[in-house]
């Protein structure tokens, strides 16, 4: 693909330069032959030069073109061609008119184009039937825990999970109200997880409109059942309940699990201890991947970064808990 555009770029302006040389010499008959060449080689290097910039920009400009709702330019088409059409009309009634001109129908049609659009796209939920995806058997439906996770986004782009894939617009709203909380935490969840749509968006991940309400995991499991599709969570309880509806249920938490290599009793670790555990002198911190370990001799280190040792490793219900011993020494930045 670079290498097509690099080349296409190096022809296109090498043209032009050797366009300007056929000029330059008609012009000026006693210049020398040779400025064509020299004129096509400053041309072909220039497009060389700008080549990666209109790559660059060609990205830029496709990466926001994924992230306009599909109505958007419907609604545009359509509201630009009912303007046209009506300054047809406008431009037979107003010619017999003297004085009018050529610039007022242009004029005319670029107001009525202007203004036809803006009232398409202030009501492009009418068109959102039109260009709505054919949902059906085999797609999958996000949730709110594995868009505020993150890692949904990394094994998308590496294709562990194939398309097509769906936000429902009801998690959109769940995630929607969770930023806007005046709890800092919970905010911050919200906002990750918009982040993560936003990333998502861009690997073709589209918002579904369902205009479903109520209870977000029953809406997500009542809709997935009835469509066919599978939902990816990391909520051990939504998942569980997925089998009560006959839903598979697809945990990136469990992925995570299986691919990540087990921690062996004598391995050393960094965990940031986030609150006290139920015996005393413990302090409790979680991993990257959502694994709890329970360190001995942390309880003082709430809100710090320490190393610690593993000591035992063990399989429960709610995933994989690991028990290690705090190493002596200073905090782990």
Not at 17 to 34: C, D, H, M
Not at 51 to 61: N, S, T
Not at 266 to 283: D, S, T, W, Y
Request: hydrophobic share 50%; proline share 5%; no cysteine.
């Amino acid at each position: 693909m670079r290498t097509g555009l690099q080349a296409a770029a190096i022809l296109v302006f090498g043209l032009l330069g050797l366009a300007t040389g056929l000029w330059l010499e008609a012009s000026y008959p006693a210049s020398s032959p040779l400025n064509l060449v020299y004129l096509t080689l400053v041309g072909a290097l220039t497009g060389l030069l700008l080549a990666p910039r209109i790559a660059y920009l060609g990205g830029r400009i496709a990466a926001w073109w994924r992230r306009v709702p599909p109505e958007a330019p419907l609604a545009v088409a359509t509201g630009s061609m009912l303007a046209l059409l009506a300054a047809v009309l406008l431009t037979t009634l107003l010619g017999q008119i003297p004085g009018f001109r050529w610039y007022h129908s242009l004029l005319l049609a670029f107001l009525l184009v202007l203004t036809f659009s803006a009232v398409a796209l202030a009501n492009r939920h009418l068109f959102r039937r039109a260009v709505e995806p054919a949902v059906g058997p085999g797609g999958k439906l996000l949730d709110t825990s594995v868009l505020i996770d993150g890692r949904v986004a990394e094994v998308v782009a590496l294709g562990f999970l194939e398309p097509p894939i769906y936000v429902p617009d009801f998690v959109l709203k769940e995630l929607q109200g969770l930023a806007d909380s005046s709890d800092p935490l919970t905010r911050a969840k919200g906002r990750r997880g918009l982040a993560t749509l936003a990333t998502l968006g861009d690997l073709g991940v589209r918002v579904l409109e369902t205009g479903l309400g109520g209870e977000v995991d029953d809406a997500l499991l009542g809709y997935a059942q009835r469509k066919g599709m599978a939902v990816v969570s990391n909520d051990s309880a939504l998942l569980a309940l997925a089998k009560v509806y006959g839903v598979k249920g697809l945990s990136i938490q469990a992925l995570a699990h299986a691919l990540k290599a087990p921690y062996q009793p004598g391995q050393r670790l960094r965990v940031r201890i986030q609150k006290l555990g139920k015996e005393a002198g413990q302090g409790v911190g979680y991993l990257e991947d959502g694994t709890m370990v329970v360190v001995e001799g942390a309880a003082g280190d709430r809100g710090e970064w320490v190393e610690a040792v593993v000591t035992q490793a063990i399989q429960t219900h709610l995933g994989k808990m690991l028990f290690a011993r705090k190493r002596p020494g200073p905090d782990v930045p």
